[in-house]
T-cell receptor, first 110, second 115 residues
């Protein structure tokens, strides 16, 4: 079983729509959670960290559900520039290693 | 401030050839990483270096070696390239923070094709 699993998508949404997707992680000892964004043929970049209480960054909202071992990302008022692959990333407490999901692709159309 | 840079950007090798992928960071980060990314799979850690002069194996180290002689440089070597090593290779660096929320900064990647 993969440590981090994501629906690969693609999620095709019109501009202005809301899109949400989850990822699940297998290790209950996971402590730190992140969403990274990766544009086509580019390097991953940190989008946001995910905190236990949930957090927002502009149009992006991340939630963590430790009981069910999943994290979610919601994008409101989608822009064409939001088209990318979103990587779910998990780390164990005091461990240097990050575990990456394979990514969820979002395509926003005009 | 260039961040993390990688050379070369593209490389084609024949099976059995050797090469070194270079990574440099100018952020004075202690930790550096080498990942590979294959279609349908997440990034997989090849090797990690917590500080200058130290290295540790990651998830998929076979067929690779690394060198961290200077804090700003992390080299990934392929001694005898195989078609299974065709991939996109990313280098990253980070600096530990007390909140355990350290960010990894990635280089632009090296696309390697082994024929």
């Amino acid at each position: 079983r993969k440590e981090v699993e994501q629906d690969p998508g693609p999620f095709n949404v019109p501009e202005g729509a809301t899109v949400a997707f989850n990822c699940t992680y297998s290790n209950s000892a996971s402590q730190s959670f992140f969403w990274y964004r990766q544009d086509c043929r580019k390097e991953p970049k940190l989008l946001m960290s995910v905190y236990s209480s949930g957090n927002e960054d502009g149009r992006f909202t991340a939630q963590l559900n430790r009981a069910s071992q999943y994290i979610s990302l919601l994008i409101r008022d989608s822009k064409l520039s939001d088209s990318a692959t979103y990587l779910c990333v998990v780390r164990l407490l005091n461990d240097y290693k990050l575990s990456f999901g394979a990514g969820t692709t979002v395509t926003v159309r005009a | 401030n260039a961040g993390v840079t990688q050379t070369p950007k593209f490389q084609v090798l024949k099976t059995g050839q050797s090469m070194t992928l270079q990574c440099a960071q100018d952020m004075n980060h202690n930790s550096m990483y080498w990942y590979r990314q294959d279609p349908g799979m997440g990034l997989r850690l090849i090797y990690y270096s917590a500080s200058e002069g130290t290295t540790d194996k990651g998830e998929v180290p076979d067929g690779y070696n690394v060198s961290r002689l200077k804090k700003q440089n992390f080299l990934l070597g392929l001694e005898s390239a195989a078609p299974s090593q065709t991939s996109v290779y990313f280098c990253a660096s980070s600096h530990p923070t007390g909140a355990n929320q350290e960010t990894q900064y990635f280089g632009p990647g090296t696309r390697l094709l082994v024929l």
